[in-house]
């Protein structure tokens, strides 16, 4: 099992930057996927980009891509999502999930476990 604790988000202007981190607790971190997620007020949570186990490769939604960046430090237990040029619409709470298994990295229900998220909120 993973426990999962979000930090890092605040209120930032539109055009800033902002880094979330994710810390693992538990056993195999570095096998999991670990993916990105938010969820705007009155909308379903929205996948955000995920990285795979070895950190080698990192997928992305056609919003963020450009502007975030996914990385992982096993060694540490940690994810981070590197957030710059913010919009107005990146507003949300932000999750971290893990996904063991090779299953498919955008979907929100092949991910087994979930912090409870950081809310960011970008003002104009």
């Known amino acids: 099992q993973l426990q999962l604790v979000e930090s890092g988000g605040g209120l930032v202007q539109a055009g800033d930057s902002l880094r979330l981190t994710c810390a693992a607790s538990g056993s195999a971190f570095s096998t999991y996927t670990m993916g990105w997620f938010r969820q705007a007020p009155g909308k379903e949570r929205e996948f955000v980009g995920s990285?795979?186990?070895?950190?080698?490769?990192?997928y992305y939604a056609d919003s963020v891509k450009g502007r975030f960046t996914i990385s992982r430090d096993n060694a540490k237990n940690t994810v981070y999502l590197q957030m710059n040029r913010l919009r107005l619409e990146d507003t949300a709470v932000y999750y971290c999930a893990a996904q063991y298994g090779i299953r498919q990295y955008d979907s929100l229900y092949d991910y087994d476990y979930w912090g409870q998220g950081t809310q960011v909120t970008v003002s104009s």
């Open positions: 990285v795979t186990w070895s950190g080698g490769n990192t």
